[in-house]
C-alpha cells in the first residue's frame, strides 16, 4: 500500500509543468484535483490490451521522486525545449527497467505520460480506445484505480470539508460533496426539509408504482429524439468507419421505432 497508492492531489505537480509549458496565454489550464491528501487515493496500473497483462506502475517506476523532480522542474520554468528535455531525463531517472513488464521499454513510460491531446480542453482520451495504433509497439495503457474516504462522525476532518473541490447544488444552496455525504449528513437534513412524503406514506396513499425490468416497454415512452448537438455530429464524422456512412445529430437513429402507448 505505501508503494502502490498516493493522493489524488499529488498528480496536481504534473499538471502544474503542463500549464506552464502550454504558456500563459492558453485559453484553458490542465485540469487538477487540488483536494486534500486525505480526501481521496489512486494508483495505475499499465495493461496490455493485447495480451492482458498488467503490473502495478509504481513498482518499476519511482513515482515519489519523480514528483519532487517535477516540482524542481516547475519551479526553474526554463522554457518549453529545456522542461522537456527534463521531464525526459526525469522519467529515465525513475525507471526501473529490471522489475518492468517484458517488452515495456522506457519509450512506452513517456509514451504514458505524453498528453492525449494537443490542447488542454479536450475530453477525449484516443490513447485510451482499443483500436490498432499505428505503432504495433505502442500495446500499454493505464489504467487508474481511484477511492474515496467517506468520513464518519468519529474521524471527521474539517479541514478536509473545507478543500472539497466537489460542490453540490441544492435547495439551501451550494454544499460541497464532502459535508452533503459524511459526517453530519446535510443529505438527510436537506431531504427531510424538502420532501414532499415519506415512502411509506407515498405508498398508502398512491400505491406501489410498476416496475419496468428485463426489457418491459414504459409506457408513453419514445426512442425517438428531435435533439441535435452540432457536437455529436462532428463527433459520429471522425468516427465513423466509412467515408460515405451517413451520420445523423440525433441521439437516436430517426427511424427508430416508438413505442406503443
Known amino acids: 500500500p505505501l508503494r502502490d497508492w498516493f493522493p489524488l492531489s499529488s498528480y496536481s505537480a504534473f499538471t502544474s509543468v503542463m500549464d506552464m509549458m ?11 484535483c487540488n483536494c486534500h491528501p486525505n480526501c481521496g487515493i489512486f494508483t495505475l496500473a499499465v495493461v496490455n490490451r493485447r495480451t492482458g497483462e498488467f503490473k502495478s506502475l509504481f513498482e518499476f517506476f519511482d513515482y515519489e521522486q519523480f514528483m519532487r523532480d517535477v516540482s524542481v522542474i516547475t519551479d526553474t520554468a526554463r522554457g518549453k525545449k529545456l522542461t522537456l528535455a527534463q521531464l525526459a531525463m526525469a522519467i529515465m531517472r525513475n525507471f526501473k527497467p ?10 512506452q513510460i513517456i509514451n504514458l505520460f505524453k ?3 494537443t490542447s488542454s480542453n479536450s475530453d477525449r482520451n484516443d490513447r485510451m480506445k482499443a483500436k490498432a ?11 487508474c484505480v481511484e477511492g474515496m474516504w467517506f468520513q464518519d ?4 476532518d474539517f479541514r478536509r470539508t473545507e478543500m472539497c473541490v466537489i460542490p453540490y447544488g441544492t435547495q439551501e444552496g451550494e454544499i460541497s460533496f464532502c459535508a452533503y455525504n459524511t459526517g ?6 436537506i431531504e427531510n426539509m424538502h420532501k414532499t ?5 407515498w405508498y398508502k396513499e398512491h400505491g406501489r408504482h410498476p416496475v419496468y425490468a428485463k426489457g418491459k416497454p414504459v409506457p408513453g415512452i419514445s426512442k425517438k429524439h428531435s435533439l441535435s448537438l452540432p457536437v455529436v455530429q462532428t463527433i459520429l464524422a471522425e468516427d465513423a468507419d466509412e467515408s460515405d456512412k451517413v451520420v445523423t445529430p440525433h441521439l ?7 413505442v406503443a402507448v
Open 115 to 117: 498528453p492525449s491531446s
Open 252 to 258: 437516436v437513429e430517426e427511424d427508430a421505432e416508438e
Open 22 to 32: 502550454q504558456g500563459a496565454d492558453a485559453p484553458w489550464g490542465w485540469s487538477s
Open 133 to 143: 495504433s499505428d505503432d504495433p509497439a505502442d500495446v500499454w495503457r493505464v489504467l
Open 197 to 201: 412524503a415519506g415512502l411509506a406514506d
Open 153 to 156: 462522525l468519529f474521524n471527521y
Open 184 to 189: 453530519v449528513g446535510w443529505r438527510q437534513i
Open 98 to 107: 529490471e522489475r518492468a513488464p517484458e517488452g515495456f521499454p522506457v519509450s
